[in-house]
């Protein structure tokens, strides 16, 4: 309970500017948007973060398909779509995003990376039985 209400205080102090008539409530929406900062002081934390959580809902995904769908929706591509887009420009999307996903360049880099996991095992093994080697 001690804790809670030591807790409670410091909430207070550091929420104050949140409150009714602090700091950031009368800001400005002009000034609200020029004192904006990321998150975290790690650009990439969150990007990363938010790719692990997709690859656990969608396992099979695509590192192009990934970033495809992030820049989609970080640049706000559906409205300019929506606005502009004909259907042709949608069947050419769609063919060129078959051609892509069929082009065997993620099978490609996914051969590459267990390529190097298995040659990264081998110099390990390489390393291990050395150091035995030495003890004998």
């Known amino acids: 309970v ?7 205080a410091t909430w207070e102090r550091f929420s104050s500017e949140f409150a009714p008539g ?21 650009i990439n934390e969150g990007a990363l973060g938010a790719y692990r959580v997709v690859t ?6 695509t590192l192009h398909q ?3 769908l992030a820049m989609f929706r970080h640049n706000d591509t559906q409205a300019y779509m929506d606005a ?3 259907c042709d420009d949608h ?17 490609v880099r996914r051969k590459e990376l267990v390529d190097f996991r ?10 291990e039985e050395a150091r035995v080697q030495k003890l004998k």
């Open 91 to 107: 069947i050419y999307i769609m063919r060129e995003a078959r051609r892509l996903d069929a082009s065997g360049i993620e099978a």
């Open 66 to 68: 990934y970033n495809a």
């Open 22 to 42: 602090g700091l950031i409530d009368e800001s400005s929406a002009e000034e609200k948007h020029l004192a904006w900062m990321p998150a975290t002081n790690d």
């Open 56 to 61: 656990r809902g969608k396992p099979s995904m």
């Open 118 to 127: 298995v040659e990264v095992a081998r110099i390990r093994k390489e390393k």
């Open 2 to 8: 001690a804790f809670f209400r030591g807790a409670l």
């Open 84 to 86: 502009v887009f004909t």
